[in-house]
């Protein structure tokens, strides 16, 4: 699978798409994947008091619709990059990409439709205040405060390593006059076998400071995943990415730039 770095001004974002050991089970459904399989969660059942009846009805909706919402973000993918190609095409083809267009939309409306269904399966074995419950749950792990690993809740808001900026010297940011640093080397951080036993999938948004001899150091957790993917992502970030420095007039400078990582189980 390629890894993708992609430079947008004011942030330096890698994004990653991390593939499961071994595994070639369907991707599972795309629907809040930033909770998992949470009728699993052993603190979420206890707060929404799900009986084991509920559980094995979410658990069986969940499979039903598994392979079908698969099967379309697949199909989903393959569409969308026939429309890269083509678009890369010189002189493109106007009418061919019109029409790969109105493909891409089918397979979205589709997939939504998909996706629809299976929430509303999930939402009828729960009752009203489960359901609502289940929303402020939802709410809160989007920003990063509920259910959060013990490490991360320590690390949020703090550097997540030992290193700290040196004094006196200037940091910079991604922008005009700065060129920015250039990943040479960045292999997949790993799963965690608790991430994936909870099939958690999104992203952990880091920031740090590339240093002008290539280092990564003074790291933050900006969007936490959990599960122990943050200090998986962590290690890998600073033990084993490499980086071209960001330079200014030519010379290597410290840039501040953030570091997008995406787990993803395929």
Known sequence: MKKLAILTAPFLVFSLALM?????????????????????NSEIVKTLKLSETQIDKIEQSFLSYRLPLANLTTELKNREDALKALMQADPPDESRIQSQAELIAVSRAELEKTNAAMMLAIRKALTKEQWEKLQEIRDLKQSSAAFPAPAVRQQRGRKANNESSQPGEKIYSVGDTIVPPKCLYQPLPQYTQ???????EGLIMLQAIIRKTGQVTDIKILKSLGYGLDESAIQMVTKEWKFEPGTLDGRP????????ISFRLY
Request: aromatic fraction near 6%; glycine fraction near 2%; hydrophobic fraction near 40%.
């Open 20 to 40: 499961a050991k071994a595994s070639n089970a369907p991707a599972p459904a795309p629907t809040q994947p930033e909770l998992g399989k949470w009728w699993k």
């Open 194 to 200: 608790e991430a994936r036993d909870a099939k958690i």
């Open 253 to 260: 400078v410290n840039v501040q730039a953030n570091i997008e």
